[in-house]
Nanobody, 121 residues
Framework: QVQLEESGGGLVQAGGSLRLSCAAS????????MDWYRQAPGKQRELVAT???????NYADSVKGRFTISRDNAKRMAYLQMNSLKPEDTAKYYC???????????????WGQGTQVTVSS
């Protein structure tokens, strides 16, 4: 099994920036997609950004041009750079990785516990 842990959340003024990180607790045979999700109070969890193993990215319309997802497979890290933050970005942010722990194992999704991002006006 693998544990993912997010960090970098906090309180920031509108227009400010934060960089979220997601780290794995152990070695991994292969990592396919790395995703960032967020969930605000009273809202469903939504996909914010995706980066594939080849480095292609996709973003929710609400964050395009403001957020950037990146990955470092050697360090077993994923990142979400968030710029020009808005109050509507306030949510708990989660990383999710599509992982194969060992050769011959099937792909499986792993989630972090989340980190809170609060944007004040």
């Amino acid at each position: 099994q693998v544990q993912l842990e997010e960090s970098g959340g906090g309180l920031v003024q509108a227009g400010g920036s934060l960089r979220l990180s997601c780290a794995a607790s152990r070695s991994i045979f292969s990592i396919n997609d790395m995703d960032w999700y967020r969930q605000a109070p009273g809202k469903q969890r939504e996909l914010v950004a995706t980066i594939t193993s080849g480095g292609s990215t996709n973003y929710a319309d609400s964050v395009k041009g403001r957020f950037t997802i990146s990955r470092d497979n050697a360090k077993r890290m994923a990142y979400l750079q968030m710029n020009s933050l808005k109050p509507e970005d306030t949510a708990k942010y989660y990383c999710k990785w599509q992982v194969k722990l060992y050769s011959g194992y099937s792909w499986r999704n792993y989630w972090g516990q989340g980190t809170q991002v609060t944007v004040s006006s």
